[in-house]
Nanobody, 120 residues
């Protein structure tokens, strides 16, 4: 399996920036999708950003133009650069990866989460 460990969360003021990192325990080159989800208290866990192994990206509408997902296969690390942070971005952010060896079967992996708090 793939173990994912997030880091880089913290407390920032609105308008500030933060970079999250997700270190994988093994090569991420074979993973079909890597990404970030977030979950605020009492809310569902929602996709923030994702990237395929072909570098195609997808972003939640509310973060487009502010967040950037990237990956460094050589370092087995996925990043989420967050700029112009808003209080509504406050949530626990989870690293995510999916491996689909065959079309009828996929495997999902999650990190433990890192807290991001944005104050006014």
């Amino acid at each position: 399996q793939v173990q994912l460990v997030e880091s880089g969360g913290g407390l920032v003021q609105a308008g500030g920036s933060l970079r999250l990192s997700c270190a994988a325990s093994r090569s991420i080159r074979s993973l079909d999708v890597v990404g970030w989800y977030r979950q605020a208290p009492g809310k569902q866990r929602d996709l923030v950003a994702s990237m395929t192994d072909g570098w195609t990206t997808n972003y939640r509408d509310s973060v487009k133009g502010r967040f950037t997902i990237s990956r460094d296969n050589a370092k087995n690390t996925v990043y989420l650069q967050m700029n112009s942070l808003r209080p509504e971005d406050t949530a626990v952010y989870y690293c995510y990866a999916k491996f689909t060896p065959v079309v009828e079967r996929s495997y999902e992996f999650w990190g433990q989460g890192t807290q991001v708090t944005v104050s006014s």
